[in-house]
Every structure is written in C-alpha cells, then in structure tokens.
C-alpha cells in the first residue's frame, strides 16, 4: 500500500501534468485592441519594437472601458511613442482567427478584434512607455524584422496600397 506521502506526489506530478496539458489546450481570450498605421512627412511608417518580444510592430494596444475606438488609438501611440497623431479616416478591422492570435510570454493567449487607422504624424510631445524598446521611422519598402505577427496582415495590406477599409 502506499504512503501518504507517496499518494500525494503522485497526485500532485498528475495535477500540473493536467495544468500543463490545460494551459496549452486553453482557449484564446477575445481582447479589443486599437492601432495605427502612421505617416510622416516623408511617408515613413512609425513602428514600435516591442519590449515582451522584441518584434516589431505598430503603436498600439486595448481599447479601456469608456474610451472610443479613436480615443484609445490617439492614447496608445502617444503612450508607446511619445508621438501625436491626427486620424484620416479607417485602414481597417481584423480579427481573422489564423493571424490574430497571440500567445504572449507569459502564457496568455488572446485573439485580438482590433480596428486600425490610417493617420499622419502631428507632434513628438514625449517619450515612449517601459513596453516599447525602440521606436522608429521606415520606408514602407524597408521594414524591420522580426515583425509582430498579427501586425504583418495589416503592413502587408499597408504595402499593397489597397484603397477601402479592409475587413479581415
């Protein structure tokens, strides 16, 4: 018969082998999110490198209680660049299942239902926030890798020049 304490173990080794086996099988979180596609004068793409992950992406992030679509937008490139910029109208909504999944570092998986404007650079009025490591200016040509998985959609839309919204 065994002990106690061997009982124990071996419920406890099956118990995170059941979490282990839980967390990978978990469902994705829906999350609404907001971001930017921005342009200088010189028609350069503002992008972000992310902190969690150091890819690189556009400003943005969630869309907080309260707050509209273009309000949080305005807020987090502010906050993720230190940069202002004024909405010209809708790039497009994604929340295609294939590419706006995101499995974070530390085990969150959330997919994203995010609307994403089309806007010019105003101002430089601060500095970027502790989830930004770098922030940056690039030709449309010549995008940064790595890239942040569920931006490459959108920047590959950006790249094709499309003239409505996309809905994807």
Same mark, same amino acid.
């Given at each position: 018969?065994?002990?106690?304490?061997? #009982?124990?173990? #071996?419920?406890?080794?099956?118990?995170?082998? =059941?979490? *282990?086996?839980?967390?990978? %099988?978990?469902?994705?979180?829906? $999350?609404?999110?907001?971001?930017?596609?921005? =342009?200088?004068?010189?028609?350069?793409?503002? @992008?972000?490198?992310?902190?969690?992950?150091?890819?690189?992406?556009?400003?943005?992030?969630?869309?907080?209680?309260?707050? #509209?679509?273009?309000?949080?937008?305005?807020?987090?490139?502010?906050?993720?660049?230190?940069? =202002?910029?004024?909405?010209?109208? @809708?790039?497009?909504?994604?929340?295609?299942?294939? #590419?706006?999944?995101?499995?974070?570092?530390?085990?969150? $998986?959330?997919? *994203?239902?995010?609307?994403?404007? %089309?806007?010019?650079? %105003?101002?430089?009025?601060?500095? +970027?926030?502790?989830?930004?490591?770098?922030?940056?200016?690039? %030709?449309?040509?010549?995008?940064?890798?790595? @890239?942040?998985?569920?931006?490459? +959609?959108? =920047?590959?839309? *950006? @790249?094709?020049?499309?003239?409505?919204?996309?809905?994807?």
């Amino acid at each position: 018969m065994p002990t106690p304490t061997h #009982s124990c173990r #071996s419920m406890l080794n099956g118990c995170a082998a =059941l979490a *282990f086996t839980l967390m990978d %099988a978990a469902p994705f979180a829906v $999350r609404a999110v907001c971001g930017v596609v921005a =342009l200088d004068a010189e028609g350069r793409l503002l @992008l972000v490198r992310r902190a969690d992950d150091g890819s690189w992406g556009l400003p943005g992030g969630g869309v907080e209680p309260g707050e #509209s679509w273009s309000d949080a937008t305005r807020r987090e490139c502010r906050e993720e660049t230190g940069w =202002l910029v004024r909405i010209n109208g @809708l790039f497009g909504a994604y929340s295609d299942p294939h #590419s706006q999944k995101h499995v974070y570092p530390d085990g969150r $998986r959330v997919q *994203f239902f995010g609307v994403v404007f %089309a806007a010019e650079i %105003a101002e430089q009025v601060g500095h +970027p926030d502790d989830e930004v490591v770098a922030v940056g200016f690039f %030709a449309p040509k010549d995008l940064p890798e790595p @890239l942040f998985g569920p931006d490459r +959609p959108i =920047l590959m839309d *950006f @790249l094709s020049q499309r003239s409505t919204p996309v809905i994807g």
